[in-house]
């Protein structure tokens, strides 16, 4: 009797971990998406807007800094990636709702589209009056964000803004292909081939300014910049025009800004961040000094051969040893390097010798960066030690280098050629600039489903917060105490980690749940 019923027990437990295993179904997984979806769109939005972190009861909120009521923001994980990972849901469910809520996204970009066709980091729908005085309180106070410390009612084509807001308008206007989005997709086109430089290069932020001269260092806002990926990101957007749109008047503006890392090119072999108009390696924020980056070249040097892949130039070839061997002649001797960061974040360009950079004070206001050679206490919020992936780059270089000129450019959309791929260029290429390919297992698909709460959040601990705004700071110490801090003193309204059991609702959160939930639905089918 007691095997028996020992056998029972051991059957119906087989029996339930059968039917557990195969308990995740399309069904629940699409129920899920919309339920946090629903909440996103109806209770956190702003006029179909986001930033990035929400207290629960919506009475702080923050994109890279704490943001006002009315404002959302653009950059990632903001309003233009909440965008992009609607249309996402949208292909791979055909449910209109993810459709709906892309327009919404849209119509908030397009609102905050400047007179001249780009955008700033953030959108402000109480308008100039608020954002001025956003600036001068909040913006002025983040010691470490200087770029939020003056206001110059312009564009940035910084941390990817008004590239990738233009790419989320083209995905828009190639979707249904409603002429809806065309005036706003092309004022960002026509913006964006405005402010490339006849050399190729872009500035940060156009139209040109330069009126923030901080702490002797001149506004470097109109340099010709490769920080952030401002000179690469909008090639990639007029080359993916090019992909769908399929005008010729594209051509002539890629092909100079991929002429430009050739021009820029130090004699060394390396790149800086910035350059002035007259091709000078150049500083940006005060503790961005004039240098070389191993990072830089070594990124620079890897889009030498994308172009070469999509041109069939050999100058592009041509000019990545140098970038190699001066990678190879700057990496710190091994008693120096930080794990896998070999390399110091910055080389002086006179002496190629590494410049660490260091802060003093409390607060914005009386606090300051310096220079010096020592690689200790170096910064928390910028590091001073750089990985590179000099490997890599050899290993393409060789690749590149060992097969026929046909075979490398073969993929190249730029050279001429019939259209070969099923569909048309519309519906074909890739215009995500967000690549999350990977398939979660099924538990981590329960884990996603589990942690929405009853009202249809996933919060999430550990989030970026900041002090809030209390007024300048007074504090005139030179204390070394928050030399590799995120932030300085209570003035300091730079964001940093909070390590309390404080939860938020978070976009970043979302958008990684939504697409693990996406790529397990695409891996089943």
């Known amino acids: 009797m007691k095997r028996t019923k020992l056998l029972l027990l051991i059957a119906t437990t087989l029996l339930v971990t059968k039917i557990d295993a195969q308990e995740i179904t399309p069904n629940e997984i699409n129920e899920t998406m919309l339920k946090a979806t629903h909440y996103m769109v109806d209770k956190v939005s702003t006029n179909g807007g986001y930033v990035w972190n929400y207290l629960p009861d919506f009475s702080r909120r923050w994109g890279e800094m704490e943001a006002y009521p009315t404002m959302i923001w653009l950059q990632h994980p903001g309003t233009i990636s909440m965008g992009h990972l609607f ?3 949208y292909n791979a469910t055909n449910d209109e709702y993810y459709y709906q809520a892309a327009e919404k996204a849209a119509a908030a970009v397009i609102w905050g589209q400047s007179n001249e066709g780009g955008w700033n980091y953030m959108v402000d729908f109480a308008g100039d009056r608020s954002m001025k005085q956003w600036y001068a309180t909040i913006g002025k106070n983040g010691w470490r964000l200087e770029e939020f410390q003056h206001y110059y009612g312009n564009s940035t084509f910084d941390d990817d803004i008004t590239s990738d807001a233009a790419r989320f308008l083209l995905r828009m206007y190639l979707e249904k292909l409603d002429p809806k989005f065309k005036p706003a997709l092309e004022k960002a086109i026509n913006f964006i081939l405005k402010s490339q430089y006849a050399e190729g290069g872009w500035p940060q932020r156009y139209p040109l300014r330069s009126d923030f001269n901080k702490q002797g260092h001149p506004d470097y806002t ?8 401002v000179t690469w990101e909008n090639v990639h957007f007029l080359i993916q025009c090019y992909e769908t749109l399929g005008e010729e008047r594209f051509l002539d503006p890629i092909r100079r800004g991929m002429d430009f890392y050739l021009f820029s090119q130090d004699g060394c072999g390396a790149w800086g961040q910035q ?29 030498l051969l994308k172009f070469y892949q999509l041109t069939g130039d050999t100058r592009y070839l041509a000019r990545v040893p140098a970038a190699i061997k001066w990678l190879e002649s700057v990496q710190l001797p091994p008693e120096k390097q930080d794990g896998e960061r070999k390399y110091p974040m910055f080389i002086d360009p006179k002496t190629q010798k590494p410049i660490y950079v260091h802060r003093k004070g409390s607060n914005v206001q009386y606090g300051s960066y310096y220079l010096d050679e020592d690689d200790t206490h170096l910064l928390g919020h910028y590091g001073g030690k750089s990985r590179v992936q000099l490997q890599e780059l050899k290993d393409e270089y060789a690749r590149l280098n060992s097969i026929p000129l046909a075979k490398a450019t073969k993929d190249s959309p730029l050279l001429p050629g019939k259209f070969v791929h099923e569909g048309t260029p519309q519906s074909y290429y890739d215009l995500n600039r967000i690549n999350f390919e990977f398939a979660p297992s099924e538990d981590r698909v329960r884990e996603i489903i ?76």
């Not at 109109?222 to 990926?229: A, E, M, V």
């Not at 309204?493 to 976009?507: F, V």
């Open 87 to 89: 249309l996402e849901a």
């Open 222 to 229: 109109s340099f010709y910049t490769f920080n952030d990926d």
């Open 275 to 303: 350059l002035t108009l007259d091709m000078k390696t150049a500083g940006a924020r005060t503790y961005e000094p004039a240098s070389l980056l191993p990072s830089t070249t070594c990124d620079n040097a890897m889009l």
């Open 450 to 525: 589990a942690a929405l709460d009853d009202q249809n959040r996933w919060l999430t601990k550990n989030a970026m917060t900041s002090h809030p705004y209390i007024g300048d700071g007074t504090s005139k110490e030179q204390t070394t105490e928050f030399g590799s801090t995120f932030v300085g003193d209570e003035t300091d309204t730079s964001p940093y980690q909070d390590t309390t059991d404080q939860e938020y609702i978070s976009t970043s959160t979302y958008i990684r749940n939504m697409y693990l939930l996406l790529n397990y639905l695409k891996n089943e089918k």
